[in-house]
């Protein structure tokens, strides 16, 4: 039994049952629900309810002991509301059931029935599924007389003055001792973890309590019952520092000013930094259940990350450099002073012309908001399928997830591309490698000069994964100088030279979209992102919520939804010059043409 120990309230409410231990400074939950009456579920309740709300108050200043406790109650609250539904969803398949057979004997009630909802939910709690109700037995109750009539004694079945609800046959304790999820999902060190193995565990545990007879009911009625059970919920891993948890302009500028702080950033690539047989066998076939698995995480996008508490932010990115410099100052020679020539010409090279010295108006930055977009899974799988084959459901759990991220990878560039400007190098550029080292080098200086940078300043850029490939093609096809031992870290220092921090990913200019027969050349062409750092800030929902689903609509197919989930995000551009880049490629070798030269040193004729 879970218990709330004492010290963090003294208020005291009875129980409708005789449990003689229960102190003035704790509450009780039962292991068995089913052993209290209705009255005595209601009073655990309302006391429990209460005793969250003491402790919680207005949520302030919580010691890591209130949390425990709220978080004990929490789950005491979910199981006992999950008896009271459940004892609910029996009662009404109850009365179903006799009104069913009142009119199969062609009875007219004298009252009407309780009316059934068409479509009763019933929300499971989450560490036990409810057990389906049974009919009391009758053992010998019906006997059948020499003249074909039934006597049907009442004592057994007679409803009983006292509503105390009947105590359930306790299910066999599963493979975990009847442990809590939270329990379940803790790893031997004290933390929260879990692997694979033990959610189909635990997701196994739930089958095995299925209320299979109410289901199948249902369905012959036509009515719908619904079970929704929360198998996990990730904490996605959160720095107060990165999280926005006001609409106050300051404190939102504050998180993502902190978010954008190169000092602060960490791209996972190491330390803090820029952003971001002939005759036959006569025996059997063995059976082999190893599933093969190559998908990995690895080319997801790195960028700067906030955690966004509500449906979106409001930001502004305030006038950029190369407009406040444009427009402001003003120049004059003595000369132009005596004949008040204060006044810019046209043009910056014209002379000064008659008129007032030029005032630049600061005026008030328009503020862009940003909604959180939603990507989603949804996976369905049969009831027989999870007790006789989970390592699929598994392994297919697995693989979608990694596609999840993918899926949002691709998403996320997208959104870059789109809010970038445009940029595309001539066509007629020879070759691969000089083309998009040329690239690099004027676009990394000019967005420095244009913003008036530290030429130090490292930018941020974005390659598709195969880039190195066609570098490495490329050289390997130069005339007198071909290189065969080209690593991606030696191209990568190339690119490091240039001033950018390159990343390479998956999901953007996708060459696996291509048939393996019909992939027989190198792409065309070749984008990449070019932006300072920090330029662009990735906000998401700080939970991800896993969840299983029984719906009698689909366990009429005997089939349920193993997985469904969906997680917020948004991209908000910081910084006004991002950059997509695009660079013609044939990496056949092409290099600058010799020049011949005589003996003597003089360029041949």
Sequence with gaps: ???????????????????????????????????????????????????????????????DAQVDALSALTEGITRVKGEKDARTAASAERS????????????????????????????APVEDAPAPVEDAPLDDALVASGTGSQRVPLSQVRRPRNTTSPRREEAPADRYGNRTIRDILRTPDGSQG????????????????????????????GRRLREQHNLAVIQKPTDPRFTVTSRDPQHIQEVIDAARNEANLDNGRGGSGSLVAAGGWCAPSETIYDLCELETRAGLLSVPEITINRGGINFTTGPDFASIYSATGFCFTEAQDIAGEYAPGATPEDPNVAGDKPCYHIECPDFTEERLDVCGLCLTAGLLQARGYPEIIARVLRGALIGHDHRLNANIIEKMVAGSTAITMPANLAGATAPLLTSIELQVQHLRTVNRMDPSTTLEAVFPMWVHGVVRSDLALRLGLAEFDVSDQRINGWFTQRGISAQFVYDWQDIGTTAASGFLSWPNTVDFLLYPAGTWVKGAADVITLDTIYDSVGLGQNNYTALFTEEGYLMAKMCHDSRVVTVPLCPDGATAAGIAIDCDGVVAA
């Design 194 to 221: 879990v692997d694979w193995s033990a959610l189909s565990g635990t997701l196994d545990d739930r089958l095995r309590s299925f209320p299979q007879q109410n289901y199948q009911a249902a369905a012959r009625s």
């Design 96 to 123: 179903a059931s006799a009104a069913a057979l009142a009119e199969q004997a062609g009875i007219t009630l004298g009252t009407d029935p309780a009316p059934v909802a068409e479509e009763p939910v019933v929300d």
């Design 1 to 63: 039994m879970a218990k709330i120990l004492g010290g963090l309230r003294t208020s005291r409410f009875p129980l409708a049952t005789n449990y003689e231990d229960q102190g003035p400074d704790e509450i009780v939950f039962p292991e068995d629900l089913s052993a209290l009456d209705d009255a005595g579920v209601d009073s655990l309740l309302n006391g429990a309810l209460e005793a969250f709300q003491d402790i919680y108050g207005d949520g302030s200043n919580l010691s």
